[in-house]
């Protein structure tokens, strides 16, 4: 089949490999429908993960059939259409028995793209399938299921839910890439009464306001402090989700939360924040970080289901597998493009 | 001043009394400019609620200005637009430190209009002001505020929140009166996958789709267990939301919740209900029952302020002062006159 | 092998039967070292649990040594010293997901000792054996793990756990039966002022006293009513767990809780309770029913381990499988025997 | 009267300075019977804390009998014997409606001897008495509630409620000075499976040890990290409790937290820590800073009137007002004289 193969650092090509085997009962083999590209598809491209060795499929999001299974699976079988999630779950971990299934102690985990072959393929290999793939109800679309793989659990698991958005809650959002507009998407499931979105970049922020952002920050060239305080009357906001992964953005929604605020870094970060615990110590913070779990799959399922939830909005480009390569180069211009999700499919 | 006294069970007539007084300097006076009839007011009339006395201004929900407030006030002051909570609160006894205010040690809970004179009057003197009065807002209008004073917080603390209403949920609503209406309208802030409203009045049920209810069973006709179980994958609700008060409704109540299903009766009951523990046991029900605390103003306030909730359609008939006797047959009317709230201002 | 086989109503005997095989990848089949009589098999006995029929291996408690596995199993395998829970989970169906495994759908739940062969046997079959049975730390000894196999966890679980008890609460236990003294024990974990504990027979009483209550109630000689008023500062527990069952228990229950109260029902029900929402409306209660789920077993088993939890004195007799007729006579005869828990060993 | 008057940087003095007078309807003024130092008198001491003028009576901790009150108090009155509490609370404003007192905007958090004049004096002035005062049980000892004050609360809200421990979890507290050891006191009162108690003081971990620590580690000597992978299956703690405040020690609590850890900062932090993201971001940790907020006062006077807790071995030295130069100068050395709270008596 064809693949998108990682090469070494910079090197990664739409290359023949052999198709995927069965290599535990509970396995499932899916034929890919519908899949897209990471940001953390673009770390691996630039060497940074280290974990991810040359010839390895990348991939970690995709809807599509199942067309085999092991002999243990028991929820899904060939014919169905699959929800592919980004992290993979051994069922019986002590993570996993929480639902924690992103620190799988039992083999799951991001393993897809990173040390198992991924999904950027005509067919991927999906192991534990039971609690790793979800058949799809008839009225969602491959488009909007594939959503649902990692972006939006990761701005609605680990940004939403993990700071605890409240009907009322001021909230603001820094960051407006695919995860801060996942967040702020799903942040308006709990109905804030406002929503600040702070970026450096202008076409971001108006994206953010499609996606519920009620004022817009670009804090290139105006501090979000004034106006943070002056729609929380006063006070800071309740809730902060920092989505942009430097030091200074953690250091910006220390600052811009009231006491008693919930901070949720879903940013990924490279190099260390400083934690201003000798000011921020007085403040009743409580910072969280983390993975996606993907554990709010089958209620965001019933939200597409429902109608309630349209993720499709994140996505700007549609390509065939065969233009992978070009797919790549879009997405990792997104300054230029304005990529947000591009879809790949067959 | 001129307010509605009860004067015995079947007598309410709008009378001349004396304006009320401060008696304690943690009182205000408050000039009464938009107020509301509650089922409550009706039991009442029947004669049904024995700690009110014949001689007693009626009323428990207003909005309006402070004119007065005694030496230990704090937080408003004369000409304060405020929002007069149905619900008084001592603010220090051990229910109010975890804003349990319904459950008042120290002299507050639902005392106006029923214990003390209430709010269907010119003046209404408020007791334990810091705790039981709120600042409004400048852009919230007198009729939407209104609906604040107990109505939204007793759909919303008692119903929705006690409930845990949570996205992609599955939630029953029996009842659509006013508290069931309010609980459909706040049980949206959550984002639930589907609403279903029961009612045995094909005229409430037409109410039900305006507030918020996805689908709508009239269960004189049908039984709504077939309907639940469709819509939430032959499971159960997640949330049934109980506001009609019968003990047939509570059992019912009971049969449509999936195992796990938390159940909160927001009905005002006057009859034992059959608890089938012997059939629910195995069912991991949790099953709550209460009073308003209106703990939940400042965060609805904010909805209100940011134009995210509109109770407003919850007002169906607007009168002056002077034809409160009326209002009371047209409310008391509603099956016929199909008044949810009816607003009374000078 | 040697089992007890129920053979109908009134009848269970030691009866010659085949050994157990394993019919399902996800299988293990445990040597019985250690087994104990339930309850609820002596309601089986009674012919009141009509999925039970005749030829039916009774019994969902064990602890053993496991012999074989199935090929889909990864956490257990031959010569690893297992606790088996009595309730099986299939790991990935909705309610497994959230470790609410009592309500598996997925084939799991009770089935031991009821639709499937159980554990008062040499030898037991355990479907899903990576999540429904534990690997024994080494220091644990056979007989205090057994009574994590169901007891503890539903005292715990659907008791202490699910009523929410906090440090400084005053809990009432009504029933001091296993449960009753199972829920007193690990209600103790949470550091309740005070334990009152409830029940119409002396003997009872004076066990819960050695299980961690501060105060006993003999209710058919005296109303517990101003007992628990007078711990509590006139207002009643801030908790109420109910193991009796009986449909005066529950009213019991919801009459000794104060407004707010939290109040689970652990016991066993045959027949509807009177819910007096009429009065208890304004109370704020919340109440619970439900099943064990055994997720809180990793956690017994940490306390065990490290030696802060002793549920050994639950045993008051033991015997030898071959005694296991006798031993049903025993535990039958409990208000005679006192017995608790009997433990058959090989 | 007599009082500790702080003259300046590095000048306390016990110094005659006039009666305290109420000038607020909610004031209350108690004669003060015990009181004691903190390690925030002596970063005053120290010029550190800039909100602190000279001339300021110093002490926020007291148990003593009201003498007066103000016409608004109505919970206390004079002869009462009650528990001042560090942390006012004006009981209206959004942070005090959610029991949040340390956060007060209207007036109250941590006035006494900061910015009103304190409790190391013969006569205090309580501000809003009525939720900044509690009556006394009678059985409870006046040491004992003194140190419920500030030094338990501070342990138990910031350091074990906040962190959410949970029978059978692993905790470590990172320090052994009082708010470690009153952590560790009270993280018992959830019965974690192991306390570990990490110091670089040897001397300080015997005092741990008698305090709840299961294990200590002297981390000048030795990296705590294998100890606390060894006794959580090789994980890591489930709860970290920083009560060190330096940098290097709340790094090591990111560190020694298993992933999905919750690490409560209780420590007075100096300096800014590195907050290393880009390790502990997919740790999915949860960090929490704060206040006492003295919320939990009304559960640990249960606790102590029942005799489930016992702080008075918090307190290593006893004094008469007289002595209170000498007081602080064995506080202060308590490296040597091996102090952790000092009482002063009349």
Chains 1, 2, 3, 4 share one sequence.
């Not at 007085?282 to 309630?308: C, E, H, N």
Request: aromatic share 4%.
């Amino acid at each position: 089949m064809r693949a998108m193969v990682y090469h070494g650092p910079g090197q990664t090509a739409l290359t023949d490999v052999r198709d995927p085997e069965m290599t535990d009962e509970a396995d499932a083999i899916v034929r890919v429908e519908a899949t897209t590209i990471c940001g953390t598809d673009l770390r691996i491209l630039a060497g940074e993960v280290s974990s991810v060795t040359p010839g390895r499929v990348l991939g970690h999001e995709a809807v599509g059939t199942v067309v085999d299974v092991g002999s243990a699976v028991r929820t899904v079988g060939p014919g169905d259409r699959v929800l592919v999630s980004a992290v993979s779950a051994c069922g019986s971990c002590r993570y996993c028995r929480v639902a924690r299934y992103g620190q799988c102690l039992g083999g799951g985990g991001w393993v897809l793209g990173r040390t198992f072959d991924g999904a950027q393929a005509e067919y991927v290999r999906v192991p534990f399938a039971d609690t790793s793939a979800h058949r799809l109800p008839g009225g969602v679309a491959d488009e909007e299921a594939l959503m649902l793989s990692e972006l939006l659990p990761a701005g609605y698991e680990v940004g939403v839910v993990r700071a605890g958005v409240w009907p009322g809650d001021v909230v603001v959002v820094i960051g407006s890439g695919p995860v801060g507009l996942a967040a702020m998407m799903t942040a308006r499931l709990f109905s804030p009464s406002r929503i600040v979105a702070v970026d450096h970049a202008s076409s971001r922020l108006g994206a953010a306001r499609e996606f519920g952002a009620d004022i817009t920050v670009n804090n290139a060239v105006a501090d979000p402090v004034p106006t943070v305080r002056q729609v929380s009357g006063g006070l800071g906001a309740d809730v902060v989700i920092e989505a942009a992964g430097r030091p200074e953005t953690i250091e910006l929604a220390l600052r811009l939360g009231r006491p008693g605020a919930r901070i949720a870094s879903v940013g990924l970060h490279g190099k260390p924040a400083a934690l201003h615990l000798d000011e921020q110590l007085t403040s009743d913070i409580t910072l969280t970080t983390g993975l996606a779990d993907t554990s709010s799959v089958p209620a965001l399922l019933r939200l597409l289901d429902s109608g309630q939830l349209d993720p499709r909005k994140l996505i700007t480009h549609r390509f065939a597998f065969a233009e992978f390569e070009h797919a790549y180069d879009v997405f990792a211009s997104s300054a230029d493009t304005g990529a947000l999700k591009v879809v790949l499919t067959p």
